[in-house]
Each structure stands twice: as C-alpha cells, then as structure tokens.
C-alpha cells in the first residue's frame, strides 16, 4: 500500500513536470523465465548453476516481431511484474529492421501502419503501469549514418509511435537506444542530440516526454566508457535545448572486460564477459540503471559476412538462439566467477576456433596443423614407396619375357 501511495506521488510529480517518469527508487521485476536458458540447462547439464545463478536477476523482455510469441509473452511478463515492480521492455519492430547487418531484420511489420498497430498493442497492454521501455535498439544511429535505414524511415515511424508510449502514461520511462559509435565525433554527437530533439517534437511534454537514452545495448564496451559518452551526451543536449539532465542505463550483460583493445567487433565477440547484475544503484548520478538487455550466450547471429573480423566466434546460431561455447566462454571471464560467486567452467580456451587471435598465434591451431602435414608427409611417403615398388615389379617382369623371347630352348632347361 505504501508502494501504491509513493508510485502515485511520482506519478504526479511526472505529470506535474510534464516529465518521463523516474522509477529507480522502485524495484525492478525479475520478469519471465528465459526459455533459451531452461532448454540450455537440459541439453548443457555443465552449465545448469550458472543459468540458475544468472535467473536470479532481470533479463530485459524483447517487445519484438521477431519473435511469434511476443504477445503472450507480454501477457506473462506484466502478470508476473505487479505495481509493486518496474519491467524492462525492448521495442524492436521497425520495418527493415537491421538493415546493414539483415541478421534480425525477420518479422512481419513490413510499413508504417502494421508499425503503428504492434506500438499501440504494446500501449494498451502495458497500461498506465511502471515500465522501463529501451526503443529501438541501433535504429537512431542507423538513420544518421546508413541510407537504408533513412530510406526506410527509422525516425519517421519512431517519431509518430513515441507518443504512444508517453502520452497515456506518466510512470513510463523511456530511453531511446544510441549506438556507442554515435560519438566518436562532435559532429554526430550534435547530430544525435538533434535527432532526439526531433523525435520528441510530437509529443505533449516535448523532449522531457523521454527520460534519456541507452548505451551499450547487445555490445561489449565497458561501463566507464559509456559514461563518458553520456556526459557527452548531456553536453550536446545541454548546447543545443538548454536541456542537459537526461539519464542513461547501460547494458552489462557481456561488457565486464570490454572488447580486446582497438577491436570494434559487435557478432558473438570472443571477448565478452558477463557483467555487473541489473540494478539501480550504479553511484553515479547520469546513470538510471545496470541492464541486461541482451541474454548473455544468446547468439547475435551466424557472424559468418566478409566484414566480420576474427574477434568474433563465426557459424554461431541464429540471433536470439543459445550459443553454449560464447556462454561458457563469457561466463568464465565475467562477474561471477571473478568475484568468486560462481565456479569456472573451463569448457574452452578463448581461441578454440582460430589460428591467430589479435595478432598472436594459437599453438592448439599450430599443433593440430603440424600434426596434419606429418599424417600428409608419412602418408606420400607410403604411397610413393607402393609406387615405385610397382614399377620395380613391372619392369622385372618385362626384363625376364625379353630375355626369355631370345634365350635359346636349350638354355631353358
């Protein structure tokens, strides 16, 4: 009851401030069973405590047409997270979705209306409950630097849906997803900062209808870095709205190491590390929230196109399938075991499937090769050696029929 009282105040101090509400006060909700993990758990029996380890905290739950059974698990997600707990739900349903990497674009939203109809399903559903909402993973980065996704309306159809999501209820929090690579100039920082400002321009409370934006999400880029583009961030806000108080979250769930250094790779990265659990207590003011959005060992896709780099564990599974080598791999480099919560599982070394790995060579890869042109060597030496004695025998024979052909009758005897 005290929950109701305190989420009521915030909700007017929201609506009061024509402002995305603040929930980080309020506990988030565990949310549903991952249900790559409970088929993981049967078939990878190795690595049932970690899964049971990691099911103890919040996995983000993907609003995504992607995934035939999104409803239903919509429904299960917002039964099983009551007013006294906050979800994290990810929108990604743009149509063309993924347009660079076409390893997600799956789906059936193909145009603006099936777009319009999968965020207002969303919107009903959800009600005027707490929810954290990530919109949009990668699409406002995207639209600022590759055509396919200005052509096919990233911002247009995020634009005319975000009121949606914010109009109708002031306990929703939203952060529009930007991709790390945004920042690595002044030039698209402003431009970020002008695309937000656009994106909010429908809705009734203008660019305070978001609460910020989300960094990291499904990549390896460690937290310390993530706050430094979220200051970043609020100095261009700051420059171009007078407005420099958005908040970020930041997704953990493999980013505990970061990637090896001067790699950019974002498909299966052999270098992922599980990180800090989600939680709202990050001691920094400009961060919300620690997020899992991305399922650790869940695959980013076959990885398998001519510009992935050997950084990335290549032939995985489709995206969203469980990947046990990449689990088991960032399990043992990550959190838990290095606080000595959980045990190593010591399955693979980190260059179980290459030759070289940042430059250094894999002497597993060196002596399976050795191995190989010592069976080649050993294996022409015989043959030669069949050969030769074959020709041997042939040309005996053919000496003795010469010889017999002009020995006289006599000499036979």
Known sequence: MQFSVSLAAAAAVALFQGASAQLTTFPLCKGNPVPSYSQAA????????????????????????????????????????????????????????????????????RDADSYSKFISDLADLVGTRPVNYIFEPDALSLSLEEPCAANSGYLDNMMATLPLLTDGNKNASVYVDVGYWSFKTDEL?????????????????????????SLGTSNYRT???????????????????KKGDFKCVVDTSRNYLGPAAGTGEWCNNRYAAIGVPPTSNTSNDLIDYFLWLKT?????????????????????PAAGQFFEKAFSLMWDRGYFVDKKLGEKL????????QIKQGGNTSWVAIGIIAACCIILIVAGVLIKRRNDAKQGRARNARTIDAEAAVRKPYLSL
């Open 42 to 109: 049967t078939q990878y029996p190795q690595i049932k405590n970690a899964i049971t380890k990691l099911n103890q905290f919040q996995f983000a739950t993907w609003w995504t047409d992607n995934n035939p059974s999104y409803f239903t698990e919509m429904q299960k997600l917002l039964n099983n997270c009551n007013d006294s707990s906050v979800p994290t739900v990810i929108v990604y349903g743009l149509p063309n979705k993924d347009c660079k990497a076409a390893f997600s674009n799956l789906g059936t939203n």
């Open 223 to 241: 937290t310390s870095d993530m706050v430094a583009l979220c200051k970043k961030f609020n100095e261009a806000t700051t420059k171009l709205m």
């Open 346 to 353: 010591n399955e693979f070394s980190i260059d179980v499937d």
């Open 189 to 213: 920082t402003g431009m970020v900062a002008q695309a937000i400002k656009q994106l909010t321009s429908k809705t009734a409370a203008g660019a305070s209808a978001i609460r910020g934006i």
């Open 296 to 316: 650790p060992g869940e695959s980013d896709g076959q990885c398998n196109t001519p510009e992935i780099t050997s950084d990335a564990l290549k032939n995985g």
